[in-house]
């Protein structure tokens, strides 16, 4: 059974760093996209950013030049590296990829648990 596990989540600083780690657990035939959502108390979910198998990017306005999405292949591991937070960005941060599992006949779509990121002085 495919499962994201994210960590990295915690309580920073406005202006200080995280990084947010998603691995893909299981038998997985092939990985298309991977990224990261979040959803601040009272608001919808929202993108943060997506990486392509192939490396290509996307990111939301709001968290553009401050933070940079990864991913490693070989691991099926994605990495978000947050900068220069700020209060804004609190929420909790969703893993999302869409994944082809061993046995199966298709790509499908996988969610992590979420991890909290808060920022605060």
């Known amino acids: 059974q495919v499962q994201l596990l994210e960590s990295g989540g915690g309580l920073v600083q406005p202006g200080g760093s995280l990084r947010l780690s998603c691995a893909a657990s299981g038998s997985i035939f092939s990985s298309n996209v991977m990224g990261w959502y979040r959803q601040a108390p009272g608001k919808e979910r929202e993108l943060v950013a997506t990486?392509?198998?192939?490396?290509?990017?996307t990111y939301a306005d709001s968290v553009k030049g401050r933070f940079t999405i990864s991913r490693d292949n070989a691991k099926n591991t994605a990495y978000l590296q947050m900068s220069s937070l700020k209060p804004e960005d609190t929420a909790v941060y969703y893993c999302?990829?869409?994944?082809?599992?061993?046995?199966?006949?298709?790509?499908?779509?996988?969610w992590g648990q979420g991890t909290q990121v808060t920022v605060s002085s």
């Open positions: 999302h990829s869409i994944l082809w599992p061993a046995g199966h006949t298709t790509y499908d779509h996988y």
């Open positions: 990486i392509q198998s192939g490396g290509g990017t």
